[in-house]
T-cell receptor, first 115, second 109 residues
Framework: KAGVTQTPRYLIKTRGQQVTLSCSPI?????VSWYQQTPGQGLQFLFE???????NKGNFPGRFSGRQFSNSRSEMNVSTLELGDSALYLC??????????????FGQGTRLTVV | TQLLEQSPQFLSIQEGENLTVYCNSSSVFSSLQWYRQEPGEGPVLLVTVVTGGEVKKLKRLTFQFGDARKDSSLHITAAQPGDTGLYLC?????????FGTGTQLKVEL
C-alpha cells in the first residue's frame, strides 16, 4: 500500500511569506502529526490531528498552524516566515487514536528553505 | 521538557566493527522506540521496548531497555555501510513522540 505522501518535497520561500505543506496519510490512518527537524534542535513535535481536531500541540509559536480534512489529509501552514523556520518538515500517520501506542509511519518530508 | 540524551553524537567506523549507541533520560518512561533515518527519508521504526531489562534482537542489532526504564542502548555487530544513518530514540506513543538528540553513524568500507 502507498506510504505517507508529502508535497512538495522542496520549497524555497522569502522571509515574511507564508507557506502551506501537504500530507496524505496511509489509507485508513486517521491520526496525523507534524514534526520539524533542524540540525540544532533535532526532531520536534509540532502538532497532532485526529478526526479533523487538533489533539496535541508542541511548543511552537502561533505562526505554525495546521488542519485536517475529512479524508484525513492534513496541511500545515507557517505564516510570516523567518530564517529559523528553514527545516525538514515531516508528517507521520498512524492507525490509532491519540494515546494509543500504534506505530507511526513517516513521509519523506518537505525541505523548506527560507531566504 | 523531558530530554532524551543520546551519545555519541557522531560515530564514524570501519565496516566490520561493533558499536553501541546510548539513550538516557532523567525520568522513567513506559516504553521507548528506536528509529533509523536515512538521508532524504523520514525515520523508520526499528523496535519498541516496554519492559525494564528487556533485550530485543533484530538481525545484527541488539536493543536493551534499562532495568529502571530510564535508559536504553543499541548495539550493532559487524557494522555494514547499509547501517549508515541517523539513529533516534523516542518516547511517547502513536503520533506524539519526543525524540532524542540523535546519533549520526557512518560506516565506511
Amino acid at each position: 500500500k502507498a506510504g505517507v505522501t508529502q508535497t512538495p518535497r522542496y520549497l524555497i520561500k522569502t522571509r515574511g511569506q507564508q507557506v502551506t505543506l501537504s500530507c496524505s496519510p496511509i489509507s485508513g490512518h486517521r491520526s496525523v502529526s507534524w514534526y520539524q527537524q533542524t540540525p540544532g534542535q533535532g526532531l520536534q513535535f509540532l502538532f497532532e490531528y485526529f478526526s479533523e481536531t487538533q489533539r496535541n500541540k508542541g511548543n511552537f509559536p502561533g505562526r505554525f498552524s495546521g488542519r485536517q480534512f475529512s479524508n484525513s489529509r492534513s496541511e500545515m501552514n507557517v505564516s510570516t516566515l523567518e530564517l529559523g523556520d528553514s527545516a525538514l518538515y515531516l508528517c507521520a500517520s498512524s492507525l490509532g487514536a491519540p494515546g494509543m501506542n500504534t506505530e507511526a509511519f513517516f513521509g519523506q518530508g518537505t525541505r523548506l528553505t527560507v531566504v | 521538557t523531558q530530554l532524551l540524551e543520546q551519545s555519541p553524537q557522531f560515530l564514524s567506523i570501519q565496516e566490520g566493527e561493533n558499536l553501541t549507541v546510548y539513550c538516557n533520560s532523567s525520568s522513567v518512561f513506559s516504553s521507548l522506540q528506536w528509529y533509523r533515518q536515512e538521508p532524504g527519508e523520514g525515520p523508520v521504526l526499528l523496535v519498541t521496548v516496554v519492559t525494564g531489562g528487556e533485550v530485543k534482537k533484530l538481525k545484527r542489532l541488539t536493543f536493551q531497555f534499562g532495568d529502571a526504564r530510564k535508559d536504553s542502548s543499541l548495539h550493532i555487530t559487524a557494522a555494514q555501510p547499509g547501517d549508515t544513518g541517523l539513529y533516534l530514540c523516542a518516547r511517547g506513543g502513536g503520533n506524539k513522540l519526543t525524540f532524542g538528540t540523535g546519533t549520526q553513524l557512518k560506516v565506511e568500507l
